[in-house]
């Protein structure tokens, strides 16, 4: 493992689901971790306030901090994947920013991932990307005034997703800060890069101060690190050198159980703590 010092959270929506959802902050805790983000963790995009409060009480109460968090996105695996860009239903995602927006100020979340949203078939691409525009734009203003900032990932997989590479994302990033939202950020998902046959040193050269969050899987099969093929310390540490200095998520599906799957990463490191991480590069530099 390289000396990068970047610090580790995992998402709770695809580790520890041998727990039910609202035990998982505590069982990532229980695992040496600080830190957690959560894809949309509710059915609906306006769930109840018993639902939310919950929530919010089962992240208090594990001692975690909840570092990201997604917008509703429909069905992940299906053709209505990304909502904010899909007419007729890119209100469920303007409704919903107010939800994530909320829990945001309550539990001081500052990474919140805005899937883009599939091509639909009869849409004008341009129609779709103004749409998306307006619903990234309305999710930033939501989520300044807490020091928010609205994430903008590419994806793989079969679904008919623009946002590809790279180059695909930042310059979704770059539209909605040219139009105000400063508070818009690349989300370098390595593992979707890899799967889109992205040159992720590249990506990593051109973009990395348009990085706002960093996920991990290897790859192929998105298991933990060292079950695929993916240099994943070597990544890392090309962007903490370019001064990534930011979370990493863990976002990957176990290849067998949870606590298994994290023999790679020593307890030592689990324990993210931003702020130590940035004095002791700094007094590495400085030595």
């Not at 109840?48 to 919010?56: A, G, L, N």
């Not at 994290?262 to 940035?278: C, S, T, V, Y």
Request: charged letters at 25%; aromatic letters at 8%.
């Amino acid at each position: 493992m390289s000396d990068y010092l970047l610090p580790y959270l995992v998402n709770c929506s695809l580790l520890f689901t041998e727990e039910p959802l609202l035990r998982r902050p505590a069982a990532a805790r229980a695992a040496g971790f600080s830190a957690v983000e959560f894809w949309w963790p509710f059915a609906a995009p306006v769930p109840s306030d018993r639902e939310v409060d919950t929530f919010v009480a089962a992240v208090e109460e594990a001692g975690v901090a909840l570092v990201g968090l997604n917008f509703f996105a429909g069905d992940l695996a299906g053709p209505d994947c990304g909502v904010l860009s899909i007419p007729g239903r890119s209100g469920q995602f303007r409704d919903n920013i107010d939800v994530v927006a909320g829990i945001g100020e309550r539990l001081g979340v500052r990474g919140f991932n805005a899937l883009y949203g599939n091509r639909v078939d009869g849409v004008d691409p341009g129609t779709q990307d103004e749409l998306a525009a307006e619903s990234i734009g309305l999710a930033a203003k939501a989520v300044a005034g807490f020091g928010g900032t609205v994430l903008i990932e590419p994806v793989s997989g079969p679904k008919p997703y623009p946002l590809r590479t790279a180059d695909d994302a930042v310059a979704v990033v770059r539209r909605a800060r040219a139009a105000g939202a400063a508070n818009v950020g690349f989300l370098c998902d390595l593992y979707h890069l890899a799967s889109n046959g992205d040159d992720i040193d590249a990506a990593i050269a051109a973009h990395a101060a348009d990085v706002a969050h960093v996920q991990i899987a290897d790859a192929p099969g998105r298991g933990e690190p060292g079950s695929g093929q993916l240099d994943l310390d070597r990544y890392l540490a090309a962007l903490a050198d370019r001064g990534y200095r930011g979370w990493v998520s863990l976002e990957y599906k176990p290849t067998g159980t949870t606590e298994a799957s994290l023999a790679w990463l020593p307890r030592a490191r689990r324990l993210g703590r931003p702020d130590k991480q940035r004095r002791a590069g700094r007094m590495k530099e400085q030595s």
